[in-house]
């Protein structure tokens, strides 16, 4: 019996899955495949697949709403992003309408045509952007999405490889001009763990997600989840989501789940995690 199925659940609801452009995919596998500078290590890719493969793949673990993150890493190129992302949720059952922002002059403007346009998860990376929260092009935006409640995956943490646009110190600037922000923290904002989940207990519109923490693949890495946050982290139970990088992930999709349960941190816990808490969040769609 599937995890989802013992705790009674009608699926999983992941927030953190990867969806792009093929000819970008396939850009974004080769980085993976070769450690490229923003990986830093071995990183070998358990899916391989292509765009029906990998939703079928989903489907079979039991996975019934997802996101498709893409993000930018230069001007002019979020917008494309953000139609094909568009595209993509239209013709793909489960899938979430996702959209990214860049800083760049359009940001703003683009930013409210897709918010009116129904763009429901919003991604933004800043190690692999090459960009600071705080860039004052972004500001705008950050208001726009501020004001419509819209969740936005930040990768903002120093995991794998440290940029001087990573870390805690801009995302609690940010949230300090803009405090209702709907921040879903990725990676649950590895390695510095115990400064993102302050910020979450502070601020009541920050979420983690649980991409990747816990596995036997980032302990291995050094970045274990300190034993002594478990507590501080149940206490936060209606805000954490479940997140995969799902297909950029070096083992089968099942060893998430299998390392959330072994927490031991209760079938309520677990419920909210992988599938009440987003459902609350972000809706079914």
């Not at 013992?6 to 992941?14: A, F, I, K, Q, V």
């Not at 939703?55 to 494309?80: I, N, Q, S």
Request: charged share 25%; proline share 7%.
């Amino acid at each position: 019996m599937n995890l989802h199925e013992r705790l009674g659940l009608p699926g999983l609801y992941d927030v953190h899955t990867h969806f792009l452009p093929p000819r970008m995919a396939v850009k974004v596998r080769a980085q993976f495949d070769r450690a490229g500078p923003l990986i830093g290590r071995e990183w070998p890719l358990h899916y391989r697949g292509d765009e029906a493969e990998l939703v079928a793949t989903l489907e079979a673990v039991g996975v019934r709403r997802f996101t498709a993150l893409a993000y930018a890493h230069k001007p002019d190129m979020a917008d494309w992003l953000n139609d094909w992302s568009a595209d993509f949720a239209k013709r793909t059952p489960g899938a979430l309408r996702c959209a990214t922002v860049y800083p760049e002059q359009s940001a703003a403007a683009y930013t409210s045509r897709r918010l009116a346009e129904g763009a429901r998860v919003w991604k933004v990376h800043v190690q692999v952007g090459g960009f600071d929260v705080r860039d004052p092009l972004l500001d705008e935006a950050w208001g726009l999405l501020a004001e419509a409640g819209a969740p936005v995956v930040l990768h903002a943490g120093s995991g794998p490889v440290p940029t001087e646009h990573t870390g805690p110190g801009p995302v609690a600037e940010l949230l300090r001009r803009h405090p209702t922000l709907c921040l879903v923290l990725a990676h649950m904002g590895a390695p510095e763990y115990a400064e993102f989940l302050a910020l979450a207990e502070t601020h009541e519109r920050v979420h983690l997600d649980t991409t990747m923490v816990f596995t036997d693949f980032f302990d291995e890495l050094g970045a274990a989840y300190p034993r002594e946050l478990l507590p501080r982290l149940s206490a936060l139970g209606d805000r954490v989501l479940l997140g995969s990088d799902f297909p950029n992930i070096p083992y089968a999709y099942g060893h998430q789940l299998d390392a959330l349960d072994r927490l031991e941190l209760g079938d309520d816990w677990l419920r909210g995690v992988l599938w009440e808490n987003a459902v609350r969040l972000i809706g079914l769609g």
